[in-house]
């Protein structure tokens, strides 16, 4: 099976009109299925253990308590992370979901095996590290803004970081998500793993008083040796050989690898997130303010984010007045 099974055609709310049942059957299937990214995540997973199933002549749906604690226990073996089997876990939790089957997971034997793997394994979230605002600062100024690729990796870098963008989310932008005023740049978009009903969504960026580091004006020179007659279409897009322009998008995996290029490998794309919300910390930024760009739902989210490895960092101890 290529993808997680098909959600049931028939909706509980049976007593609906006729011409009303179809549709709400398909919202029924759209509300189960979650976002894009989670689907093609989940639909390998689901591969992986319908596959382990078949080698072992066992029924993966609806599989049995046993048959799940097998296959995450190899999975856990195999030295896969905690989050990787927890995922599998989910996975195989939301094919039973959309098939209507009674799912192994919600045992009480799968939830103390998964707890187990996760205490003998003493693993912990392995979190995209944030970098200094001084050190961001200087990485853009080294970048060689002579070449197309160097004036679409600065404003990639700088949106990202300043507009607390995921990598999806700088992938999936378009030239007509762009207004430009003398304030600043509003950036509307419709849909992200936090927003995934497509409503109107928007973030703001502002200048910055260097030219060098200003995301505005960065992306509006690439804009301008990139796009100077489109209206519509990808902001960012990849290059071919000899700095040719392509109109294809950026694809999440690229924008990854071009944030490694430059930070090093101990960063991701995600980094430039972690570190808007770090460096917003340190500032002084409060966590309505930092949510309102990263559009978070709650300040424990703000926390995740947050890092803080220097007890000097962010430390009441300096506002005591002594």
């Known amino acids: 099976m290529d993808s997680l099974p098909v959600a049931p055609t028939e909706t509980p709310a049976s007593f609906l009109p006729a011409h009303l049942t179809e549709p709400a059957s398909r919202y029924v299937e759209a509300g189960l299925r979650g976002a894009p990214n989670t689907q093609r995540a989940y639909a390998g997973d689901w591969r992986r253990f319908t596959a382990w199933c078949q080698l072992h002549q066992l029924a993966p749906l609806p599989a049995s308590v046993d048959a799940l604690a097998g296959f995450l226990t190899e999975l856990a073996e195999a030295g ?44 912990r979230i392995q979190q995209a590290p944030a970098f200094s605002l001084a050190s961001f600062k200087r990485t853009i100024r080294g970048i060689d803004d002579a070449t197309l690729a160097g004036l679409r990796d600065r404003a990639l870098l700088l949106l990202g970081f300043t507009g607390a963008f995921r990598r999806a989310e700088l992938a999936a932008l378009n030239i007509e998500d762009l207004r ?34 200003c995301p505005i004006r960065s992306l509006q020179a690439w804009l301008r040796a990139s796009a100077p007659d489109r209206t519509t279409g990808a902001v960012f897009v990849s290059l071919r050989k000899g700095q040719r322009l392509t109109e294809r998008r950026l694809t999440p995996e690229h924008i990854n690898l071009i944030t490694r290029r430059y930070l090093g490998g101990d960063y991701t794309a995600h980094s430039l997130r972690a570190s808007f919300v770090t460096v917003a910390k340190l500032n002084g ?21 947050t890092r803080l490895d220097n007890v000097r960092q962010h430390n009441a101890g300096k506002k005591l007045g002594l």
Do not use: C, W
């Not at 989910?90 to 799968?110: G, M, R």
């Not at 419709?190 to 910055?208: L, R």
């Open 80 to 123: 896969k992370k905690v989050a990787t089997v927890q995922r599998h876990a989910a996975a195989i939790a939301k094919a039973h979901e959309l098939a209507s089957a009674a799912s192994p997971t919600a045992d009480s034997k799968i939830k103390v095996l998964l707890k187990g793997i996760a205490r003998e394994k003493k693993t």
């Open 180 to 213: 430009f005023d003398e304030e600043g740049l509003i950036i509307n978009f419709d849909q992200s793993k936090t927003n995934q009903t497509g409503q109107a969504d928007e973030k703001a960026v502002y200048y910055s008083p260097e030219l060098a580091t």
């Open 285 to 305: 930024a409060d966590d309505s303010e930092i949510m309102n760009q990263t559009k978070h739902k709650t300040s424990g989210m703000i926390r995740r984010y």
